[in-house]
Structure formats: C-alpha cells, structure tokens
C-alpha cells in the first residue's frame, strides 16, 4: 500500500478537508502516476454532495487528472517512467462485452469502473484524482500530448472527451450547423472542438452575458435564450444540438431548432425526467439522443486533435485549499471555465 495525500469530503454534508488515503500496491499491468493537476467537474459536487445518492466516505473526487509516470508494473507496454499521461473517468470494465470490444468502454455492459467512489475489480472504493499520486491499470491510462500543458489538458479527460465523442459520432464538420447549449466547463470545450472539426457553430446560453467569450473560442453565431425570438428565428435551423445543461430544459422547444434528421444531444444530465412532445420528432424525423463521456480509443484520438489544433480548456488554477470555495462558484456559475488544482499543494 501506498499513502498519499489528498482532499477528500468526510461525508455529504461536509466540506473537503486534507487527509491522506490509500493507492494499491502496484500490480503487474499498472501505472504510478504523480498528478500535477486535477479538474473540478461539477458531478465530483453532485456526487460527494449525495445528490446522486449514497457514497461511501471518506471520498476524493476528481476525474479529469493530468500527470506523469513515476513507476510502472512488470507487466507495462503502453507507458514508461516519465510520460505525461492522462486519467478520465474511467479506470477499469469488463473488457469482454461487445461495447469493450468496440472501443466503448464507457457502455461497458457490466458497468465501468468510475474513477471515484466506485467499487474496483478488488473490492475497494476507488478515490479520484484530488491528491498527489494515483494507480491505474495502463489500458485506461491515455497519453498526453508533449504540446499541451498538463493544466490545459486535464478538463479534456472529461469535459472535453463528453463533448468530442458526440460532435464525432453525429458528424459535426464543414457545412454542419452545430449548436452547443449552455457554455460552462463542458460548453466551452463544445465550442472550441466543433469549431475546429469544421461546423458552422452557434452558442444558445441564457443571456448575452458570455456572447464576447463565446465568440472568441470559436463560435459563428451566439443567441440569448431568455428572447423568446431567438426559438422563431432559428426555428429548423441545426443539424446537431449538444445540449450541456443539467438543469431540466423545454426539450420541445430545442427539437423545435433541429432541421430534418437532425439530432439533439444531451450530455448533461438533470435530476428530473424531461417531458416530449413526440409530434416534436415525428414532423421531422429529429431524433433526441444522449451520450455519455467516451471510449479510451477516442479519449487518445481527442487528446491527439486538441494538439494538433492547438486546444486545451480555459482554466483557472487553484491550490488545493481553495476546492471548498471553488465549489460554490462553480455552483453560482462564477468560473470561465473550469478550475484545475496544481496537486503540488495538496
Ligand atoms: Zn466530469
Ligand atoms: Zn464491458
């Protein structure tokens, strides 16, 4: 066993506080990795909160981990000491089921190993990457590009791969018109990908508020969704809609934007069911779709697309004893637009 240093929530009604934890010893197909940083994603809240339902505490969150080798198993082909190395949201899954076979991992039929708050192929509650150092088995360790920094690149491991995985599978590119609502951690990563696939981009998000952000990260076209024009004009507009709000929307009204067969994504994920009014997809054979995060395969090929086209998220870094306050503002909306924290103060 190893002890290392983390934050970690006492329990769902608690704050973070320094404590340390335990990472396996490492086995034959592992790899020790020392996080430099560590993304705050909003469902490391939702789910360390109990909103998600219950948890096993203590528990350290944090999915979107960057880093670099310092140790790997015997057994260990795919990385060596002193790579800079990636962990998402995933560490482990079957690896025998036709999704684990084709690359989706995160439909492993079995259920995938979650990087937090899971319980691993040994029984154990796996803790996330809000600490210093991490075991993961090398198949879901993925490769960090030299030219993006490690700060950069650790909101890709989930807000951007959520956002690539669906712009790739319903075929954003040149001559597609692609809108991204909401733009937030995920949002924004939404924005700059589709861009650079080659879509004509447009940003829907509440008010005008973001509009000079939105445009500088690439989007074509940016509307305020609290105008009650914005749903006339644009009415049939897109082929693809990636819808990164959690909270509950008019899923009526957005069917009503897509033009025939166009598809709208939710990668968010509210608490409550949403209502639809099927006469919303039938008049014109849209579809309404859901995806979640992506497969280790597309994780590297996105990883490899953000260097060559020069993207990484927009950050914030925090040290560790700020991740309390950082909560609220993500909470408030109050961060453009992710906080990564530096793991060296932890
Ligand atoms: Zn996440
Ligand atoms: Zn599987």
Redesign the pocket.
């Known amino acids: 066993m190893l002890t290392v240093k983390a934050y970690a929530s006492p329990s769902a009604a608690e704050p973070l506080v320094p404590t340390s934890i335990e990472r396996r010893d490492i086995g034959p197909n592992d790899v020790l990795i020392e996080i430099a940083f560590a993304g705050i994603c909003h469902s490391d809240i939702h789910t360390v909160r109990g909103d998600w339902g219950p948890q096993a505490y203590p528990l350290a969150p944090g999915h979107e981990i960057a880093g670099v080798v310092v140790e790997v198993g015997a057994a260990v082909t795919r990385h060596s000491v002193g790579d800079r190395v990636g962990v998402g949201c995933m560490v482990n899954?079957?690896?025998?089921?036709v999704?684990?076979e084709s690359g989706n991992?995160q439909y492993?039929?079995?259920g995938?190993t979650g990087t937090y708050g899971a319980v691993d192929r040994d029984g154990t509650i796996t803790q996330g990457g809000y600490s210093t150092h991490v075991v993961v088995v090398e198949d879901f360790v993925v490769r960090i590009p030299d030219s993006i920094g490690l700060d950069v690149a650790a909101p890709l491991l989930c807000a951007g791969v959520t956002t690539y995985s669906p712009l790739r599978h319903w075929g954003a590119g040149p001559g597609r018109k692609v809108a991204i609502v909401g733009l937030g951690g995920l949002g924004h990563m939404g924005v700059k990908i589709a861009h650079a696939l080659g879509a004509d981009v447009t940003v829907l998000s509440q008010t005008l508020k973001k509009q000079a952000d939105a445009l500088e990260l690439g989007a074509d076209h940016y509307f305020a969704t609290n105008d009650p024009q914005t749903f006339a004009q644009l009415a049939g507009s897109f082929d693809l809609i990636i819808n990164t709000v959690s909270a509950p929307v008019d899923i009526d009204a957005y069917l009503g934007l897509l033009a025939l067969d166009g598809v709208l994504v939710n990668v968010g994920a509210p608490a409550e069911p949403l209502s639809v009014n099927v006469f919303s997809l039938i008049t014109t054979r849209r579809a309404l779709a859901g995806s979640t995060i992506g497969g280790i395969r597309e994780t590297q090929e996105m990883l490899d697309f953000c260097a060559e086209h020069k993207l990484g998220a927009e950050i914030e870094v925090i040290s560790a004893e700020q991740i309390n306050e950082a909560y609220e503002r993500v909470l408030a909306s109050d961060v453009r637009y992710r906080f990564v924290i530096d793991a060296s103060t932890m």
């Open positions: 899954s079957c690896g025998q089921c999704p684990c991992e492993c039929v079995a995938f």
